[in-house]
């Protein structure tokens, strides 16, 4: 039986700060073979099969749900899968965000969540922009394969695809290896009709779909006073083109002299809690991220540095340096 193979950091499940923007598969998976990227991968039946059938594939599980994750790399620890990776967050950030052009050989979206009334139909995930997208990072032969009980769902998803005029697209019988997911054997066990289709790109997208997230060198401040004297804290939110920044508390350390910011930023599809720091340094206050929970270092993030120094500015402090 196979062992699962390492990725960088020694485990199946891949971390948001071993995602390089952008990502190059083979350093992930140690082997250049084609990609699978299954989005929405549920309790990982479907994943565990695919990786096992295509021992020459690499595949990659996105899941918005933790439980999900924990389950999925136990899965394919019990099962000795070698050749999977899986990453807990949104599929549309791995396939816009990380993955380079022309790297992807199949998106598979299986029981998509359906989100059926007419106001939440912005949150379904196969939208035009996202088969505009898919058509920029599908390698040549790549496709995307759709199976849904739900028949608005797959209508519209159908239909956003004709709209880009970027796909030609096959309703066909779903394959076997779709309907072992929990849903499909959930509606099948409910005697409810099953919908498949590929989209098979014609073209690319003219847009260019440029990654929005970005590394940047990661910025500090220092400033001069006495943070003992910096009084009370409420929770502010800054907006930024692509995202937002939210100050959501501080707390000073039990010696008195440091003050510790939780900060949320969320830009494009990805969300990241972090720690911004103030501390007594040789030449004053020093201000920087904290390195906990490996934050990637973004626009963002680089932000929340600023905002936190400029917070404590406007509580009196005198800034010295900022570093952006
Ligand atoms: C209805 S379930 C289907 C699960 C599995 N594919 C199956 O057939 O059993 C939809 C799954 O998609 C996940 N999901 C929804 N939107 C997502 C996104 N943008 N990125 C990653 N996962 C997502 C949900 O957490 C949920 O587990």
Known sequence: ?????????????????????????????????????EIGF????????????HPDWNFLGVEIAAASIDRGVRRLRREGISNARLYCGNGRLILWDTL??????????????????EKHEGRRLLQSEFFELATRRLHPSGEI???TDHP????????????TGLYEIHIEAAPSETLQTKYAEKWQ???????HAKFIPLEKSPRDFCPRVKEVPVAHA?????????????????????????????????DGDRITFEVIV??????????????????GIYVGLKHFGAPVQTRGVRLAVVKVADWLESRGMILMERVE
């Open 1 to 37: 039986m196979n062992t699962p193979m390492d990725s960088p950091a020694g485990s199946v499940r891949l971390w948001t700060h071993e995602l390089a923007f952008p990502l190059t598969p083979a350093t992930i998976f140690g082997r250049e073979a084609p990609l699978g990227l």
């Open 42 to 53: 549920g309790n990982g039946a479907f994943l565990v099969d695919f990786a096992r059938r």
């Open 100 to 117: 380079p052009e022309e790297s992807v050989h199949r998106i598979v979206v299986n029981f998509p969540d359906p989100w059926p009334k």
């Open 145 to 147: 394969w759709l199976t």
């Open 152 to 163: 608005d769902y797959f209508d519209f998803a159908v239909s956003q695809a004709e709209a």
């Open 189 to 195: 066990s409910m005697d409810l009709e099953i919908h």
């Open 222 to 254: 220092r400033l001069q006073g006495d943070l003992s004297q910096v009084g009370s804290f409420q929770k502010e939110s800054h907006a930024f083109e692509g995202g937002h920044v939210v100050l959501l508390e501080a707390s000073r350390s039990l």
């Open 266 to 283: 969320e830009e494009a599809d990805l969300r990241q809690a972090l720690l911004v720091e103030a501390r007594p340094c040789q030449t």
